[in-house]
């Protein structure tokens, strides 16, 4: 069995990542199968994914279908044994606890069909740990997502070293299919890809704020008023490719011994949540109370929703 389009999708954990899960596939058509240990859980979703429809599809991120042609695509079940009869993929979206994960992929791996693909959208816990134990840790791998995964398409696949190779080529092809771009990974490694550039940022975000350099509100600036703005379409290896007349070659020559010596200033490790942690909050409450934060996820969510439909526009007349 495959996770073809004539199959169900099981989401498993209907939280935030979950219910963000539902929606980005059966906006392409998929019939998906919600279950949750809460019993009201499900509901809840459905209620929170009714309210974010409205707003993909005045964006034009629905795929062209009908917020309520997606919604009737999402079925809440009881019983997990229900969830996962007919499912293709199963997206395990459960507790960041190891504990849990492993206990959750025993029984993932006992009921649902043996060739299906078991997938965690754990965004720290290694596949290796979560799945060591059982008899089809060939068929489990992490899809982790970039959150809210119908905004951001990027999704890391992560292997154990037992993950089957026409396991890692099946989930690529199929999370294309729904629309996502998958991040292959060749091995797993703590914190994947996306934390570990995303802390890397962090760590000398907080180290030039600390040190007196920068406030934290300048900080935020520089990126999303200067590197993001190249980000939103291109990566670190092709910006640096495109910055040099002779390309990426040509700048290494230019800019590594300068790097080489601020990477000797970057050793220095700075605690998060000690004295700069006070001057961070003072800089982000007198810019947004506390009081506003959902308000703001809001704005963040539909400036998403914008940008990812002005990118899929380029796209398609670039492409012509």
């Known amino acids: 069995m495959t996770p073809s389009a004539e199959l ?6 209907v939280g935030l990542i979950g219910r963000a899960w539902a929606i980005t596939f059966a906006r392409t058509g998929r019939h998906v199968n919600l279950w949750d240990p809460d019993a009201g859980a499900c509901r809840r979703a459905k209620e929170f994914i009714a309210t974010i429809l409205d707003d ?6 629905l795929d062209g279908r009908l917020p309520a042609d997606v919604l009737v695509l999402i079925t809440a079940c009881t019983t997990l044994e229900e969830a996962l009869n007919g499912s293709g993929w199963v997206q395990e979206c459960g507790p960041e606890k190891i ?4 206990a959750l992929f025993a029984r993932l791996d006992e009921l649902s069909h043996p060739d299906a693909i078991l997938a965690s959208s754990s965004s720290a816990l290694l596949p290796s740990a979560i799945s060591e134990d059982l008899k089809g840790k060939h068929r489990c791998l992490v899809a982790h997502p970039i959150n809210p995964p119908y905004l951001i398409p990027a999704v890391e696949v992560v292997p154990a070293s037992w993950t089957a190779p026409e396991i890692m080529t099946a989930a690529e092809l199929f999370l294309t299919s729904v629309g996502q771009v ?5 091995k797993e490694v703590d914190g994947f890809i996306m934390n570990r550039l995303q802390g890397a940022l962090l760590e000398e975000a907080f180290r030039l ?4 350099y920068a406030s934290a509100e300048d900080v935020d600036r520089g990126i999303a008023d200067g590197l993001a703005l190249r980000w ?3 990566g670190p290896f092709e910006t640096i490719d495109l910055n040099a007349p002779g390309g990426i070659a040509d700048y290494i020559q230019r800019y590594q011994p300068m790097y080489s010596e601020l990477f000797e200033q970057m050793r220095e490790r700075v605690a998060w ?14 810019l947004l ?5 959902a308000d703001r996820q809001v704005w963040r969510d539909r400036r998403l929703m914008r940008l990812r439909a002005h990118k899929s526009e380029v796209d398609k007349e670039l492409s012509r």
Do not use: T
């Not at 504990?99 to 492993?102: C, M, P, S």
């Open 289 to 293: 109370p506390e009081s506003d934060l």
């Open 209 to 212: 704020v600390a040190n007196g």
């Open 273 to 286: 949540d000690g004295p700069v942690l006070r001057d961070v909050l003072q800089s982000r409450r007198r």
């Open 99 to 102: 504990d849990v994960k492993r």
């Open 232 to 234: 939103s379409f291109i």
């Open 182 to 186: 998958p991040i292959i990974m060749k």
């Open 8 to 13: 169900k999708i099981a989401v498993i954990g």
């Open 56 to 61: 993909l599809a005045e964006n034009d991120l």
